[in-house]
């Protein structure tokens, strides 16, 4: 998170240098809405890393516990589980969707309401071992959104 913090402190100037050297793009991020007393969610985007890259952790001021989790059968169950990364090939975009690869957010501090604007942090880990942070604005959509 330093370097989070200190983007913010720097501020405007060193931000545009970051966004100029970005080499993840996220491409329509959206969050389920959930209903109150609900403690998961997930996250949901397409990333495309120019170079190639893994994704290697996600955090949300609105979650107590962020994963990166995929779906993967278990005997004739489909089932969610978290993994240490997500492979993103050079250029091909990578869909996070209801049914596939998702960002888990979990202890949620509130309900996420229609409309509502949920911040995420990416950090992408580049071939050269270089790490990006990426600030993600999600909105949340309705609970049926994309249903599974
Ligand atoms: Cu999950």
């Given at each position: 998170?330093?370097?989070?913090?200190?983007?913010?402190?720097?501020?405007?100037?060193?931000?545009?240098?970051?966004?100029?050297?970005?080499?993840?793009?996220?491409?329509?991020?959206?969050?389920?809405?959930?209903?109150?007393?609900?403690?998961?969610?997930?996250?949901?985007?397409?990333?495309?890393?120019?170079?190639?890259?893994?994704?290697i952790?996600?955090s949300?001021?609105?979650?107590?516990?962020?994963?990166?989790?995929?779906?993967?059968?278990?005997?004739?169950?489909?089932?969610?589980?978290?993994?240490?990364?997500?492979?993103?090939?050079?250029?091909?975009?990578?869909?996070?969707?209801?049914?596939?690869?998702h960002?888990?957010?979990?202890?949620?501090?509130?309900?996420?309401?229609?409309?509502?604007?949920?911040?995420?942090?990416?950090?992408?880990?580049?071939?050269?071992?270089?790490?990006?942070?990426l600030?993600?604005?999600?909105?949340?959509?309705?609970?049926?959104?994309?249903?599974?």
């Amino acid at each position: 998170m330093n370097r989070v913090n200190r983007l913010f402190l720097v501020g405007g100037l060193a931000l545009a240098a970051q966004m100029a050297c970005a080499q993840t793009t996220v491409k329509d991020p959206w969050v389920r809405g959930t209903v109150a007393q609900q403690k998961a969610s997930g996250a949901f985007m397409q990333l495309t890393s120019a170079q190639g890259g893994k994704l290697i952790s996600a955090s949300s001021p609105v979650a107590g516990v962020v994963e990166i989790h995929e779906m993967a059968m278990d005997g004739n169950v489909m089932k969610m589980r978290a993994i240490p990364g997500l492979d993103l090939p050079a250029v091909k975009s990578v869909e996070l969707k209801p049914s596939g690869y998702h960002v888990m957010l979990m202890d949620l501090k509130q309900q996420l309401k229609e409309g509502d604007t949920v911040p995420l942090t990416l950090v992408v880990e580049g071939k050269d071992g270089k790490r990006e942070t990426l600030e993600v604005k999600a909105s949340v959509k309705a609970l049926a959104a994309g249903t599974k």
